[in-house]
Nanobody
Framework: QVQLVESGGGLVQAGGSLRLSCTAS????????TGWFRQAPGKEREFVAT????????YYAASVKGRFTLSKDNAKNTVYLQMNSLKTGDAAVYYC??????????????????WGKGTQVTVSS
């Protein structure tokens, strides 16, 4: 089994920044979390950002492109999401996911095999 643990959420004013982290652990220790989704109350889980299979490219949702940056540290089995210029619309629970089948749609939640429990991001106006 693989466990994903997110951290770094919190309360921030609009225009501020947060950096989320997600670390993978468990039997398959070489795996690194792939990307991030978010879910606001009453809404479906939506794609935020993810890495390509070789890790050289990152894909972003249009709503966060230019403001959010995905990075990772393979040695630490950790992926990061740097979030700048936060807006009230970014408030949600942020989940990291791990995808093993890179033929599947990268922006579909059901393409991901493992999920963390989420970290809350609250943005005040």
């Amino acid at each position: 089994q693989v466990q994903l643990v997110e951290s770094g959420g919190g309360l921030v004013q609009a225009g501020g920044s947060l950096r989320l982290s997600c670390t993978a652990s468990g039997r398959t220790s070489s795996l690194v979390p792939t990307g991030w989704f978010r879910q606001a109350p009453g809404k479906e889980r939506e794609f935020v950002a993810t890495f390509s299979q070789n890790g050289r490219f990152a894909y972003y949702a249009a709503s966060v492109k230019g403001r959010f940056t995905l990075s990772k540290d393979n040695a630490k089995n950790t992926v990061y999401l740097q979030m700048n210029s936060l807006k009230t619309g970014d408030a949600a629970v942020y989940y990291c996911g791990l995808r093993t089948d890179y033929q599947s749609d990268y922006d579909a939640p059901n393409s991901y095999d493992y999920w963390g429990k989420g970290t809350q991001v609250t943005v005040s106006s």
